[in-house]
């Protein structure tokens, strides 16, 4: 055990009060043994990475904070023929990481410079951004599974990952589909070396302003990504209020065909992947010449949160009254902290933004943050 911390100086949104207990696990062993330890008591637990993706009350939390502390990378082999596999601690800083991966002439998260938080954390909600998620590169995690208290590496393909999510999400409201801590992770990248090389991904392309199949390099993506984050307030910088805050707070709505139809014509959707069904086996012994027609399902949409928010009248900077919790003055998606707020000014700004957009659209957005001690 350590002396508690106020979450407020170990969260981007820089809120929240010291819990009852906090562990810091510095190595993969340390944390196994705490978690275990607080599983075997019945205590009231949570893990912390970065604190970058938190909503911490300010009421102690009476549990134990297990802070995953744990941090490097390491070549491993397994890897198809112009790839590289490494495996990544769960604490480790995950900007850092991406940093070191474009040194080294590694492809695959490059577009994702920037991202605060940790390494464990990114199959956790599937982080993304111009056009990369971390479900394109991971191979596997090893974990610690509540259940059954062992540790096992388990493969990509088992996480359930999707938008924003996966199996081991705590989504506001709900409990995760499978209670476990990632130990490591373990991704494959492309080694396209230092130099230029196409680029093949339009919506990377689009995104840092080139054509598809220009040439270009690691670094000079990274520098791109990195500058357009900023100029949204999503690089940390202790001299802009704007980053104080825990990212786009609310996940970009899921909606079908036909209800993202009956939006505004302006409002931005984006088409998703649609459902594969199973392939249907009939035994031939139990066939009569009959085959059933697959069900017919309304294709999902995805529509922008942002702009829900902007055109169910709140402006980038809007606060209620004289609330220390703000919109951001760059991109409405982010609430932000200006200095000195408590969870309860957050909190109060996040329901009345979800309000007003229910009140205007129909649509509830859900939080993309986890939440400790705090409703909405």
């Known amino acids: 055990m350590t002396e508690p911390i106020p979450l407020a100086r170990l969260t981007t949104l820089q809120v929240g009060a010291a819990p009852a207990r906090m562990v810091g696990a510095r ?75 474009v040194r080294d002439g590694l492809a695959g998260v490059e577009a994702m410079s920037g ?24 191979v596997e995690v090893e974990l610690i599974d509540e259940a059954t208290g062992e540790v096992a590496t388990v493969s990509a393909g088992e996480l359930g990952l999707g938008p924003r999510t996966s199996d081991l999400k705590r989504h506001y409201g709900s409990e995760p589909r499978r209670s476990a801590v990632i130990l490591s992770i373990t991704l494959e990248l492309a080694r396209v070396g230092v130099g230029g090389f196409p680029l093949t991904d339009a919506r990377i392309a689009k995104a840092i302003g080139v054509q598809a199949g220009a040439e270009v390099t690691l670094a000079g993506v990274r520098e791109s990504v990195l500058a357009i984050r900023a100029s949204k307030g999503m690089v940390l910088d202790p001299a802009d209020d704007d980053t104080r805050s825990a990212g786009s707070f609310f996940n970009n709505p899921i909606l079908s065909e036909s209800a993202a139809r009956a939006l505004p014509a302006g409002c931005p959707r984006w088409p998703m992947e649609p459902e594969i069904e199973p392939v249907r086996v009939i035994p031939l012994e139990a066939f009569d010449g009959y085959v059933p027609p697959a069900p017919v399902t309304d294709a999902r949409v995805k529509v922008s949160a942002a702009w829900l928010i902007e055109n169910a009248g709140l402006h980038k900077g809007f606060r209620l009254g004289r609330s220390r919790a703000s919109l951001s003055t760059k991109h409405t998606l982010a609430l932000t902290n200006r200095g000195g707020a408590d969870a309860w000014e957050v909190a109060q700004l996040a329901r009345f933004v979800r309000t007003r957009v229910h009140a205007e659209f129909g649509i509830e957005l859900q939080p993309e943050p986890v939440f400790v001690g705090v409703d909405l």
């Open 115 to 138: 991202i605060p938080g940790t390494a464990g954390a990114a199959p956790i909600q599937n982080v993304g951004a111009y056009g990369q998620e971390i479900d394109q590169t991971l």
């Open 27 to 101: 190595t993969r062993d340390e944390a196994v043994a705490a978690l275990l330890d607080v599983w075997a008591t019945g205590d009231e637990w949570f893990v912390l990475g970065g604190g970058s993706n938190l909503l911490a009350g300010d009421e102690p939390f009476d549990g134990t904070v297990i802070r995953m502390l744990m941090t490097g990378f390491e070549l491993v082999d397994g890897a198809a023929q112009g790839h590289q596999r490494v495996r990544i601690e769960a604490g480790q800083n995950w900007d850092e990481f991406v940093a070191w991966a």
